[in-house]
């Protein structure tokens, strides 16, 4: 009963501070000779700009080459694997192959984390490119044995 007595009042007041008037402009410049000019800025074209994207969660990733980006990204990948995040492993190693498609290292471990997801069509897509590019002969036994696990998926 006793918070009723002091709410009413205050409820009683609110109409009265709604209808307080606006803050007032700031008085004129000085500097300016009594006159304060707005500034506006020249059109530069007739579309309409969009601004950019706050939130970098949603933007897009526009990807190029870009080597060392993909060897950073096949880095981190490589700690998810040993972490046994798969799925954080096998994301860094696609960004990887977009960044450069040409890194034989991310394709092949794109495939490994395809295989531990258990998604044996990406893994399959992936040593499939892998054996693409590997034409080095020093690639030949690691070759080999993507050939086996290209066996063991079918």
């Known amino acids: 009963m006793s918070r ?3 709410i009413l009042p205050l409820a009683g007041l609110l109409p009265l501070v709604a209808q307080v008037a606006p803050p007032q402009p700031p008085p ?3 500097k300016q000779g009594g006159l304060k000019r707005e500034r506006t800025q020249p ?3 007739d579309k309409e ?3 950019p ?3 970098t969660s949603l933007a897009v990733t526009e990807y190029s080459f870009n080597p060392l980006q993909s060897k950073k ?3 981190t990948g490589n700690f998810y694997f040993k972490k046994r995040s798969y799925l954080a492993a096998a994301g860094r190693f696609r960004a990887a192959t977009k960044w450069d498609d040409s890194n034989l290292e991310a394709w ?3 495939g490994e984390a395809e295989e531990k997801i258990k998604d044996p ?3 399959r897509e992936a040593y499939a490119k892998y054996l693409e590019l590997a034409s080095d002969p020093k690639d030949a036994k690691s070759a080999a044995e993507v050939r086996n696990r290209l066996k063991k998926l079918k």
Request: net charge negative; charged share 35%.
């Open 43 to 45: 059109a530069t074209s």
């Open 4 to 6: 009723w007595v002091l």
């Open 53 to 55: 994207e706050e939130d």
């Open 28 to 30: 004129p410049d000085s």
């Open 73 to 75: 990204d096949v880095q």
């Open 108 to 110: 092949l471990r794109l």
């Open 49 to 51: 700009e969009v601004p």
């Open 121 to 123: 069509k990406a893994a």
